[in-house]
């Protein structure tokens, strides 16, 4: 088309108006054959989900979003003592947790559950007891659960303090506790044992009775049970017991007595004698003596336990090879050491 203008126009006779034609036409055919140049759109790259066919008005498959994994048992623990709380029947409840040095998760380890006296806490046992040594070198977790009230007392039945005049369910408190260490540390569930000291030893006894489904065996220190007590005292098995106890306790005395609260105290030779019947062992022990130590065994009891008795001559209120409670209290022997022999007592003993 353009071609027959430029024809038409140069049989014009005014080469002025011919030369003016020709530069109006040259603009028109720029402005014409110079098309407006768009940038390229920026698009996001296609998803998955996207990229696949799709039916008109299908919707977009839903993205799945992984689940949150939750951390491995027992990483948020490392070595040392951890302090730690939880709310059982309305009770804040604390204890502190020992992971030994060299801990590894991926192995099953046993659990000691260690109960402190009347008026003492966790604290004061770890202490008194040494126990986190024999933790780190015998390679167990150590735990010590703190009482109730304001003397930090445990109801061991008929003693001790506000647990026991408030009944506080301390037996249904280990259990729950037990479930919670469990979720943080790889605990072998045969291999779950308590020790106690004073009011303490009342608990462990008391567990013994009402919770032998999940404590392997027992080492009540410088206390048995309330008289009161033996009657409802009723173990779904036999239970191995290892007891030290001094023969000049004042406190809880070997020969058994009248409590400042009204109940009685146990002797030590009638608490051995109706544990004794309880696990089917022979009535007459194997005794040996060393200084002042009198060491009795009972043994064989029925389903591998063993009553084992520690009398220390002449010994305090006081945990044997430990430090003293206090000055009034008295010293403890050093002729002995409970914290390492009632944990190879432990050891023999997994739950059967």
Same mark, same amino acid.
């Given at each position: ?9 140069? *049989? ?52 799945? #979003? ?17 302090? *730690? ?61 703190? &009482? #109730? ?50 009011? &303490? ?35 779904? *098995? ?67 336990? #063993? ?46």
């Amino acid at each position: 088309m353009y071609t027959y203008l430029i024809h038409i126009l140069s *049989r014009a006779h005014k080469p002025a108006v011919f030369a003016g034609l020709v530069v109006i036409l040259m603009v028109a055919c720029t402005t014409v054959s110079s098309p407006t140049v768009t940038p390229p759109a920026v698009t996001a790259p296609a998803s998955p989900a996207t990229e696949t066919s799709l039916k008109d008005n299908e919707p977009l498959p839903a993205i799945e #979003t992984p689940p949150v994994s939750e951390p491995p048992v027992g990483m948020l623990l490392l070595p040392g003592d951890s302090s *730690r709380s939880m709310i059982f029947e309305g009770l804040e409840r604390s204890y502190i947790i020992h992971i030994p040095t060299g801990f590894n998760n991926s192995q099953a380890v046993p659990l000691v559950l260690v109960f402190h006296g009347l008026t003492l806490d966790g604290n004061e046992m770890i202490r008194i007891t040494g126990f986190n040594a024999q933790s780190d070198s015998s390679g167990f977790v150590v735990v010590y659960p703190d &009482g #109730t009230g304001d003397k930090k007392s445990w109801n061991g039945g008929h003693c001790c303090g506000e647990a026991a005049l408030r009944n506080v369910d301390d037996v249904g408190f280990v259990r729950a506790l037990i479930e919670e260490l469990s979720s943080l540390v790889n605990i072998d569930s045969k291999r779950v044992y308590a020790t106690g000291f004073s009011n &303490g030893a009342f608990m462990v006894y008391r567990l013994a009775c009402e919770l032998s489904d999940q404590i392997a065996a027992i080492a009540p220190v410088s206390a048995t049970q309330a008289v009161e007590d033996l009657p409802a005292c009723q173990p779904g *098995r036999p239970v191995p017991i290892i007891h030290f106890h001094g023969t000049d306790d004042d406190a809880n005395p070997y020969n058994g007595g009248v409590a400042a609260a009204g109940f009685q105290f146990t002797s030590v030779a009638d608490a051995i004698k109706f544990w004794v019947e309880k696990d089917g062992c022979p009535a007459t022990p194997q005794q040996t003596r060393q200084g002042s130590i009198l060491h009795d065994i009972y043994a064989p009891c029925e389903s591998g336990a #063993t009553m084992e008795l520690y009398t220390i001559e002449g010994g305090k209120h006081a945990w044997p090879g430990g430090e003293a409670v206090s000055a009034r209290m008295g010293e403890p022997t050093m002729q002995i050491s409970a914290t390492p022999i009632l944990w190879e007592f432990f050891l023999s003993h997994p739950m059967p």
